[in-house]
């Protein structure tokens, strides 16, 4: 079975400054994908970034990228120029290839970003 | 495209009482999940569907769960009977084939 490993509970950062989240994984596949979610105070599911395993290029969105290290089996976002709109949990997802967009999630990062 | 809905947005009930949560996926998505969020266990998958047949309903807690998909654009969860500790949000989300899910805003259940 995969996990999932977000050993950060709590960041902060402040406004227009950069912070990486950590996450890390376990599985014995070689191709699957991984998501960072966010979720706001609203409680909404927001697909951030998603990375395809067998792409050796980094994904990069606006202001998030992801560092994918493969063989390290970690998987951390970077979210650059923080906005205040930015504070939020972030989850780390893993889905293997053949599961109908079956997640398992991390247990999340909560990321307060301050002025 | 509204998004995946569901509804109730919040649910109070007493424990004991049968509670309905309802979905809505997105409009030509073949797979449908229903996720349960607590503090403590973070986001359980709970069940499953493809094509409207459950694929894998490992998740769910207990026989008091139960998740139906009569057709593509419409699935229950059901709890009966409610007990404090299935106080939780619970999502449900959509898929095409192996697309990224796209998640309702979940409902809020709070049994006392």
């Known amino acids: 079975a995969q996990t999932v490993t977000q050993s950060q509970p709590e960041m902060s950062v402040q406004e227009a400054e950069t912070v990486t989240l950590s996450c890390t994984y376990d599985?014995?596949?070689?191709?699957?994908?991984l998501f960072w979610y966010k979720q706001p105070p609203s409680r909404q599911m927001i697909l951030v970034i998603r990375?395809?395993?067998?792409?050796?290029q980094n994904a990069t969105e606006n202001r998030f990228s992801v560092n994918f290290q493969k063989a390290a089996k970690s998987f951390s976002l970077k979210i650059s120029d923080s906005q205040l709109g930015d504070t939020a949990m972030y989850f780390c997802?893993?889905?293997?290839?053949?599961?109908?967009?079956?997640?398992?999630f991390g247990t999340g990062t909560r990321l307060q970003v301050t002025l | 495209d509204a998004g995946v809905i569901q509804s109730p947005r919040h649910e109070v009930t007493e424990m004991g009482q049968e509670v309905t949560l309802r979905c809505k996926p997105i409009?030509?998505?073949?797979?449908l999940f229903w996720y349960r969020q607590t503090m403590m266990r973070g986001l359980e998958l709970l069940i499953y569907?493809?094509?409207?047949?459950?694929?894998?309903d490992s998740g769910m807690p207990e026989d008091r769960f139960s998740a139906k998909m009569p057709n593509a654009s419409f699935s229950t969860l059901k709890i009966q009977p409610s007990e404090p500790r299935d106080s939780a949000v619970y999502f449900c989300?959509?898929?095409?084939?192996?697309?990224?899910?796209?998640f309702g805003n979940g409902t809020r259940l709070t049994v006392t």
């Open positions: 409009s030509g998505h073949n797979s």
């Open positions: 569907f493809n094509n409207n047949v459950p694929i894998d």
């Open positions: 599985t014995s596949e070689n191709n699957y994908y």
């Open positions: 990375q395809e395993a067998y792409k050796q």
């Open positions: 989300a959509s898929s095409l084939r192996r697309s990224p899910l796209h």
């Open positions: 997802a893993f889905m293997k290839p053949g599961t109908a967009s079956k997640l398992t």
